[in-house]
């Protein structure tokens, strides 16, 4: 199994500039979750989803879209990137109901000019 | 409101001296918690967690951490460190989120760990 998988690993965008952060898992997780990590501010909830065509907000979605057409899948939406967004963003999967160990990628390194 | 406060963003000890890393949380009901742990330029791994059940919870590389209702703790010990342990360590608490179904994880803001030979 490759786990959990996050492309791409860099990306440096300029204010405005859209794009999609992509996760995919290949352990039939329903639980999977987007996260941002900021220095001193430990890793913060953006969006998850309990499985396929349901998705929920988290504590700092504003500025992200997610959808969940696969169990696979879970893309990550900037729709106008600013630099306040600049950050290392991490996916996570885990079985349902999420108590279980959340498994994550090795993430996304993120740069908003 | 459920969240998590992890007592010191750096701890440095030597190698071969305990390591205690501190973390306490509100909750309005049991919680279930975690610490995770994340090496450089890497995500993050479970290190250990408690849902139900002994309040001793052994991890893997030698961790543990014990849940203390009365002190609403769940610090995290390791008796002996070594070089391999230097990271940054997260706690974190499962909330239950809207329509009662839904589960998230809330982070601390983390400690960093340094090693000394």
């Known amino acids: 199994n490759a786990g959990v998988t996050q492309t791409p690993k860099f990306q440096v965008l300029k204010t405005g500039q859209s794009m999609t952060l992509q996760c995919a898992q290949d352990?039939?997780?329903?639980?999977m979750s987007w996260y941002r990590q900021d220095p001193g501010m430990g890793l913060r909830l953006i969006h998850y989803?309990?499985?396929?065509?349901?998705?929920d907000q988290g504590e700092v979605p504003n500025g992200y879209n997610v959808s969940r057409s696969t169990t696979e899948d879970f893309p990550l939406r900037l729709l106008s990137a600013a630099p306040s967004q600049t950050s290392v963003y991490f996916c996570?999967?885990?079985?349902?109901?999420?108590?279980?160990?959340?498994?994550f990628g090795p993430g996304t390194r993120l740069t908003v000019l | 409101a459920q969240s998590v406060t992890q007592l010191g963003s750096h701890v440095s000890v030597s190698e071969g001296a305990l390591v205690l890393l501190r973390c306490n949380y509100s909750?309005?009901?049991?919680?279930?918690l975690f610490w995770y742990v994340q090496y450089p330029n890497q995500g993050l791994q479970l290190l250990l967690k408690?849902?139900?059940?002994?309040?001793l919870v052994k991890g893997i590389n030698g961790f543990e951490a014990e849940f203390k209702k009365s002190e609403t703790s769940f610090h995290l010990t390791k008796p002996s460190a070594h070089m391999s342990d230097a990271a940054e360590y997260f706690c974190?608490?499962?909330?239950?989120?809207?329509?009662?179904?839904?589960?998230?994880?809330?982070f601390g803001k983390g400690t960093l760990l340094t090693v000394n030979p």
């Open positions: 408690y849902t139900t059940g002994a309040t």
């Open positions: 352990m039939n997780h329903e639980y």
């Open positions: 909750s309005s009901v049991p919680p279930y």
């Open positions: 974190a608490v499962l909330k239950r989120g809207s329509g009662g179904s839904n589960y998230k994880l809330t």
């Open positions: 996570a999967s885990s079985r349902f109901p999420s108590t279980d160990t959340q498994y």
């Open positions: 989803s309990v499985g396929a065509g349901i998705t």
